[in-house]
């Protein structure tokens, strides 16, 4: 009788044991995620549920340890993180939340975000009307704005330091030049809410003797 006590007991025990670990690998990971829609300050996290309903996302800089960044939770199997940095590289970790039984295993990926991109478009394509020993005319391609701003001195010149002028025009005559002297002339757009455009490429004309 002991002996068949004994039994049971032991099979019991190892039942126990069995169903135990049974409760701590019930939460399994997601199988898989990917950053997708990147840009320069957004990217959008997608994961594979497996048979999960629930998950908790982290994410930070690249090499971020668990625990120290913004988590969220949610019942998607997808999330859209924004307010990032430009060029900069990130990681985010997924596991699944299933709640009395605990959290699963994290998996991973890391993704880096874009160049901003400029909304005001850049003029192209300068070129010379004509030129006199002091002045000189030229215009641009206006690429779908309507202000722009000029900025030219002499070759060799750095942006910042020359004479500015501000038009509405795609086509400008510049005066007061020095005969017999080569110059620069830069063109960007001028788009207000939105900013400057980046410079054009420089129209280099020297002035007639």
């Known amino acids: 009788m002991k002996k068949i006590l004994l039994v049971a007991i032991t099979l019991l025990a190892v039942i126990s044991c069995k169903n135990d670990d049974d409760s ?4 399994v990971e997601p199988l898989s995620v990917i ?5 320069s300050e957004s990217a959008l996290i997608e994961w594979d549920p497996g048979n999960e309903t629930a998950f908790e996302i982290e994410y930070g ?5 668990p625990g120290t960044g913004t988590v969220a939770q949610t019942s998607q199997v997808s999330y859209f993180i924004d307010g990032l940095n430009p060029l900069t590289t990130y990681q985010a970790y997924v596991r699944s939340n299933c709640g009395s039984d605990g959290f699963s295993n994290y998996i991973s990926t890391s993704f880096t975000t874009l160049e901003p991109v400029n909304p005001c478009n850049t003029p192209t394509d300068l070129f010379l009307i004509e030129v006199t020993s002091n002045s000189v005319t030229f215009g641009w391609s206006e690429n779908n704005e309507t202000a722009w701003e000029i900025e030219y001195g002499p ?20 005066t007061g030049l020095q005969p017999a002297t080569t110059y620069e002339f830069y063109v960007r757009a001028n788009c207000g809410a939105d900013g400057f455009s980046e410079y054009s490429d420089q129209l280099v004309v020297t002035t007639n003797p």
């Open 24 to 27: 701590n690998n019930n939460c």
């Open 155 to 174: 070759s060799g010149f750095t942006l910042g330091t020359g004479t500015v002028i501000q038009t509405s025009q795609s086509n400008l005559q510049v």
């Open 35 to 39: 950053a997708t829609q990147i840009n």
């Open 61 to 65: 800089l690249n090499g971020f340890s």
